[in-house]
Structure formats: C-alpha cells, structure tokens
C-alpha cells in the first residue's frame, strides 16, 4: 500500500514539520517554538482586521479588531501547540477569521508556556485575563473562551476552575480538536495514526511530560477534562477532523457533555486534520466551519 499523502496545505505543513524534526530528534524546545509559529503560513489574511500588541490582566497578547465588530463582545483564545508551544502570531488570523465571522473582539494570550511554567499556570493567566475583562465591565454573557488543540482543553478547564472560584462563567465556550485525554488513551491515536500528519503519542507525551509532570497526575480534571463534572457548563462548540489522531477526545467529550445536560454542537470535518479552521481564507470546509460557528455564537446570544 502507498503511504497516505496530505490532501491540502494544513497536511503539507504538518508533514513538513515532522520530516525536518524527525531529522533532529534532540531539537531544543525554543526551535520547536520557532517552528510552530509557521501555524499561521495555513491561514489566509482576513480582510479588515487589525491588530494591536497590548495585555489583559498582566498576560501579553494581541487584541484582534475587525471592522465594525462589537467592542463589548470578546473572544479570549487560548493557543494550541502541547501547552509549550504556538503564540499570538501562530494564531492571530485564525482568530480574526472567527472573531470577524461573530461580529466580536478577541484577544489571543500568550500565556506562559512549559516546561518553564507548569499547570496551573497556563489556567492562572487565562483567568487573570477573563478577570480583568470583569472588572473592565464586560459580562460574562459577552465573553467567549476559545481554544483549540491544547488551548480546547485550557478553554475547558478555565471554565471548571472557574465555577470552583464561584466566578461568573462565560456564556460560551468555542473549541477546535480539543487535546483532553492527558493518558494517551484515546483509540484514534492507533486507527487515525496513518491519515494524521502531526499528532504521535510520543510527541503528546513528550508535552505531557513539559506540562504536568511533578505537578499534577495525568487523571485529575483540572488537566484531563474528560475526567470533569460538566452539570452547569456553558454552551459548548467541539469541531475536529475525522481522520485526525484526537477526534476521540473531541467524540468523549461530546458524550460527557450531553451526559452533564450541556448545551454542546459537535460538528466534524470529514477528511480534515487537526485543527482543520486554520485553513480559513484556503479551504471551503474551513470557511464553511468559521460560518457554522458563527452561526452557534450568534444563535446563543442573550436577547438584547
């Protein structure tokens, strides 16, 4: 049988990466950063769109502002990139897209990232950052937590931590192929691993290890979300490709979610990858994706 080949740019890119890492296996975490910053070469420029460099709470990042968007509406995005890797640059048109699609702002943190600052501190500064909208006179019914990959599961675990603290929680919470299971447990890591051109689980566990290890076990809720109780959560969005290695997280989380009462859309990109909306601006399905979860968000607002 041949091998499988990548069917769009977000495969060619994954595939690139790991053929010029897969030469250096000792490849130093500050490299890999600098690598998954090319996350953004899959997005096509939103038309529009502005952006600024500032901080929320203490957390630097940058303030997306499409024309004529709503200034008390905000989308806070939590990076993907394993929790250490991925920016505000790697992510900033993928969040104009969306924010441009719902009419709001957002603002995409650079949290601080492991191995040099463990869990919780990735959870902290996201909290800092909903705090200071908060205090600023936001409603928590204008602000969005959005996330994906590892920042799905920040997003996540933001709200849970959040109900903990007796906070308001946020109205919504938007996530693309959230990475959930801290075990490795998840059966498409083994059937999905030959469509998938990022995802091993021996890269996940290597950012496991950046995250958690000596500071949390790898079942508590805070970090695995699949272990969490759900009864209270926001509106939920899940996307994720079917051929990806962690659509099974995306599909137990489903489960739990509608197993807790929660308000939770599951939409799937057949024959996507991971992450399949950073290629909003270059790939109908993406497009089509930033549309449905606009559709969700402005569906679920509060009636003005």
């Given at each position: 049988?041949?091998?499988?080949?990548?069917?769009?740019?977000?495969?060619?890119?994954?595939?690139?990466?790991?053929?010029e890492i897969s030469k250096y296996p000792d490849m130093s975490v500050g490299l890999l950063r600098i690598i998954f910053d090319d996350w953004q070469r899959a997005t096509a420029e939103p038309g529009d769109v502005t952006y600024t460099h500032t901080s929320l709470g203490g957390v630097p990042g940058i303030l997306v502002s499409p024309l004529g968007s709503d200034p008390r509406q905000m989308q806070i995005v939590m990076h993907g990139g394993g929790f250490a890797l991925g920016s505000s640059a790697s992510h900033r048109k993928l969040a104009g897209h969306i924010a441009k699609a719902c009419g709001t702002m957002s603002f995409v943190a650079d949290?601080?990232?492991?191995?040099?600052?463990?869990?919780?501190?990735?959870?902290?500064?996201?909290?800092?950052?909903?705090?200071?909208?908060?205090?600023?006179?936001?409603?928590?019914?204008?602000?969005?937590?959005v996330g994906d990959s590892a920042g799905g599961n920040l997003a996540i675990s933001m709200t849970l931590r959040a109900k903990d603290l007796g906070l308001p929680l946020p109205h919504q919470v938007l996530t693309m192929s959230p990475w959930l299971d801290m075990e490795n447990s998840g059966i498409t890591l083994v059937?999905?691993?030959?469509?998938?051109?990022?995802?091993?689980?021996?890269?996940?566990?290597?950012?496991?290890?950046?995250?958690?290890?000596?500071?949390?076990?790898?079942?508590?809720?805070?970090v695995n979300p699949l272990y969490a109780n759900l009864s209270g959560f926001p509106r939920l969005y899940i996307c994720a490709g079917d051929i990806e290695s962690l659509f099974d997280d995306s599909a137990r989380l489903h489960k739990l979610a509608l197993g807790a009462g929660v308000d939770v859309t599951f939409s799937v990109g057949e024959g996507m990858q991971h992450v399949y909306p950073f290629l909003a601006g270059r790939h109908p399905r993406a497009d089509e994706e930033i549309a449905r979860m606009a559709t969700w968000y402005l569906a679920g607002r509060p009636s003005l």
């Open positions: 049988m041949s091998p499988v080949k990548p069917t769009d740019l977000l495969g060619t890119i994954y595939a690139q990466w790991i053929e949290f601080r990232l492991a191995p040099e600052h463990k869990y919780p501190a990735q959870i902290e500064d996201g909290l800092s950052i909903y705090r200071a909208l908060l205090a600023d006179g936001y409603l928590p019914d204008d602000i969005t937590l059937t999905n691993n030959d469509t998938d051109f990022l995802i091993a689980p021996e890269g996940l566990q290597a950012n496991i290890d950046r995250y958690i290890d000596g500071a949390a076990d790898p079942t508590e809720p805070g």
